[in-house]
């Protein structure tokens, strides 16, 4: 798959894209939980995951978590670069 092709396989373009640009503390906590939902059931989110950590994101909702918090953890089961499944 290309770099970015996988992409349109992701679960979080069938919605509005601006909430996963958008800071998850200006978004209602149903919201959050819709999103991380989502991403759990993501068919790319090791994809995504891997991406958003080689363009070192600082902000956006990347494979189930706030890239602008970087305390959150991420989902179970998605796998990083250079580690073992969170």
């Not at 149903?30 to 989502?38: D, G, L, R, S």
């Not at 891997?50 to 918090?69: H, P, Q, S, V």
């Amino acid at each position: 798959m290309s770099t970015r092709g996988w992409m349109r396989y992701g679960s979080c373009v069938a919605g509005s894209s601006k909430v996963w640009i958008t800071d998850t503390d200006r978004l209602p906590k149903p919201v959050v939980e819709a999103m991380t939902a989502i991403c759990h059931c993501c068919p790319v989110r090791e994809h995504c995951a891997a991406y958003a950590d080689r363009i070192n994101a600082t902000g956006g909702f990347w494979a189930g978590r706030d890239r602008g918090l970087p305390t959150q953890p991420t989902l179970p089961g998605v796998k990083l670069l250079g580690g073992d499944a969170a």
